[in-house]
């Protein structure tokens, strides 16, 4: 009977110019964690969302274009997939589509916050889709760079899905010389470093352009590739980085081969996704050819 | 660490051509009963906020202005204060000022949203105040309409905590002959019938002022007054309807006792309060000289 | 043919977590005089709009409550009203207002702002409705404190619409002993200064309440009176200071006999009006009796 | 001295439950032309912005991006660019993309709306960039239908930079088998019709696809391709339509050829973007491999 408003909004601010409005249908959690402030919610436009201070971390709609992007070209392109460190990925995707590899022996995966873990398994159980649950995966909750120190393992890939090292945000500190030089010390030979890379949109692009700069001093193949997200109201940037394999020449067979193989259905990534992933528009070429300063 | 940002907002439709945003601290509850939306939520400025179908009810910061309005002139005016019936209020905040007053006996409230007055209860124990408690209270579960119809007392004062007949609205409906006629038999001789009457702001007042026309069809004295409650973003209007007793011309020294005998304190009115609330600024007074049509 | 959308709209923060949201039907002018942004607009809701800085000040719908309140309880307290000063102003209405009453021989009005006063000319007539053009008016461009320094005359009422004095705003330096002691030298015998003195909201009214302390240290009487201005989203207050005359005290046949001799229609003042703008409710005389900090 | 603050919004409403809010620097131009509301606005984020019936046309930061897709994959693959045809672009930025191709001999553009084309040489003059005064450029305000009928010549490559047929928009009526016939008609042999065709974001690329089966029905080849525009919050996709052409297949030599000898310099568009265009992810594969209905 009585009219039903959008009285609950999520708004993503940008910059103070500029801001994306969501209308809410439910909020399943909002709280804080030891580290930060999270919220699952589920939008009118883009299903469950996972929102971690303030920004939006990944949705139901299109999360599967973020997080295939982020693991396949790098675990199609190396030989060696038994053993893959994830660093971060706390919702459980990134997990997720490692474990549907069916050549990965064993995935660890390293998150400080235990509660985003947590409340993934409970309000988004879609995203990890059982992956905690595989015996191939070992989750850690502590510190990732506490974890590069100790541990005495090799992987063939390292998947980094941390924060980006915006100026002031508690990530910063992580894109050093003291880290790069543990995440590379943990890389097995003919393996590849793949982490998000922040944004490559045409008016924010130069803190991806830093990252892929300062990443060149450590690796001899350092690609970026990108796509548009549309949670993220962006076109969200990675960068793959190895001694041995160039991910932009990747052939397309192989890629076949290994999508092949996977367990359960792909929604994005295949050999032609990788070929418009790793094909630059002229102004990113343009701005990551430019010099620079590196962190 | 993390920056906290605002992410979360109650946004307040008034038309499609204004909004009220509000940053939201935390959500309570938000959910649908049998018959409307409710949330509960806390807003950074107002604090606690009661928000059914898109619309404020009332928030903690000013509750009392509008609550001690409703309640409290009516109250003052009429000789008999024993049995005082409340028509909706579900939130308790009406009772609770009823009850403030030693004179009343019994205060029978009847509200048709059991799911509101248990939420309320739950999460905003500070409207009811312990009212619900309360042995001369009588909560009764059900529509106001068959209660007025089927039960046999009188009451010297009867207070309309319901919503305003806008048009499309459910109460749209209550606002007729009827219901007046039946409104009027239940009330004891001397008493005031007094109901919260839509907004009279300078540019929204039509409605009140049809109410007004409406009712003194009924009643001698139909008196409008109102104080803005900021949460509502409006001036808020109330009528006090009796053939008896004239709500504009009661005397300063019998508000200062009945004031003064009154349970707990009070916030917002007195006899100067009253004074304010019955002298009404020259376009209102012209709006209530109109002709126009009635309900 | 096409859809009519709301693309444009008129965005004020109250702070960092409330804003109203007004839509724009049209904008004529935006842009910036020498001291501050200026925008003058139409909105649905409140028609024309005079926004200075972001902050709203005065609507098309409703400046005449916040005019004749500034105005006339302050012209009808006092006996010789033929030389009135206005600081501030520049919209032209509280001028109009001024020279409505036919005993005012000349109004001086001190506007640092010349570019304000050409904007209202030519694009809010209806706030001077032909003031500027009134022998009676003597309008100057200049800072009012070097006009209140310099100028040798007295004024029977002095009308200050100058900005509040919010920390960090620039009249925040102009609400200081000197320029209290310039004013009150230029009060003829008998005079009343009234000012526009922040908002007496419930939940902001701790700066206005500051302003009375200071100014009892001046005058013998200080009245806070407040009245909502719904295009304010607030309840506006102003203070009225004399040492001859007590405004909440006026009679209402002297407001009578004014009001009466007021050239064209008043909207929204005379004695009853009066009576409302001066009866404050309990919290606000709670607040305004407690001891606390002076500029 | 004063603070300025963010108090002019362009809100962009995707659906009644997105919205994407833009701070506003300035508004060139806001009014109603006989077919269309249209705005020139400068915005914090992306400099200025058409903005026609509240929805974004182009912004000055990524336009290249929009027009050098729409004009240049299909000038690359054709052989015979003398004469080439534009139906709608206004704003001159197709116009001036075609004739950055030193082969085009004549471009004809007709566009409905001559206020449009008046409004964006005067405040959009970056788009066009002096194109309206190439003595190439042939540019008829009418109707295009009509010019379609009654024209006699044939053109390499048809551009069509009209809205796409979104129900109840004017343009509907013109995705008919009526218009493709005399679009057809229109094309020279080798020929090749492109046309901006709607979204193709993950959650609203059903309208693009349908676009694609209905055109299948007269063309051999009919390609999808699509950019990701941030000022449209999308994915924006084209369609290449030809009987004799495979966009998809151009071969990057080619596409080399053809830049190397464009005028001026590129922004978004070289072989490689070519590839990056056309390779579509996964899901929009699958979603044009769908059976369904047809305009």
Redesign the interface.
């Known amino acids: 009977?009585?009219?039903?408003?959008?009285?609950?909004?999520?708004?993503?601010?940008?910059?103070?110019?500029?801001?994306?409005?969501?209308?809410?249908d439910?909020?399943y959690f909002?709280g804080r964690t030891k580290?930060?402030?999270v919220?699952v919610i589920r939008?009118?436009?883009?299903g469950k969302m996972l929102?971690?201070?303030?920004?939006t971390q990944s949705s139901e709609?299109?999360e599967r274009?973020y997080h295939e992007s982020l693991v396949h070209p790098a675990l199609a392109a190396i030989d060696h997939r038994r053993e893959v460190l994830i660093l971060g990925g706390g919702e459980g995707a990134t997990l997720r589509e490692v474990l549907r590899c069916p050549d990965v022996a064993r995935c660890t995966m390293v998150d400080i916050d235990g509660d985003v873990v947590t409340l993934s398994k409970r309000y988004l159980p879609e995203w990890s889709a059982g992956a905690f649950d595989d015996p191939r995966a070992r989750v850690q909750i502590g510190d990732a760079l506490v974890f590069l120190k100790e541990d005495g393992g090799t992987y063939g890939a390292i998947v980094s899905d941390l924060t980006e090292p915006l100026p002031?945000?508690?990530s910063h500190p992580l894109f050093c010389d003291a880290v790069f030089t543990d995440i590379k010390r943990r890389l097995a030979p003919g393996g590849v470093y793949v982490l998000q890379a922040s944004t490559a949109?045409?008016?924010n692009m130069t803190l991806h352009a830093k990252m892929a700069r300062t990443l060149r001093r450590y690796y001899r193949f350092v690609r970026s590739f990108y796509?548009?997200v549309?949670a993220f109201?962006?076109?969200w940037a990675f960068l793959a980085c190895s001694d041995a394999v160039d991910l932009a020449a990747v052939q397309p067979s192989r890629i076949d081969d290994y999508v092949a193989r996977l367990r359960g259905t792909?929604?994005?990534?295949?050999a032609?996704?990788h070929?418009?992933l790793f094909?630059?528009?002229?102004?990113l070429?343009h701005e990551l050819a430019k010099e620079g300063d590196v962190f």
Chains 1, 2, 3, 4 share one sequence.
């Open positions: 009977m009585p009219k039903t408003e959008r009285w609950q909004w999520y708004v993503e601010e940008f910059s103070p110019t500029e801001a994306h409005h969501h209308a809410i439910e909020v909002a580290f930060q402030d919220a939008s009118a436009s883009f929102v971690i201070d303030g920004d709609r299109d274009i002031d945000s508690p949109g045409v008016h796509a548009h549309p109201d962006n076109d792909s929604f994005f990534y295949d032609e996704t070929r418009r094909s630059l528009p002229l102004y070429r």
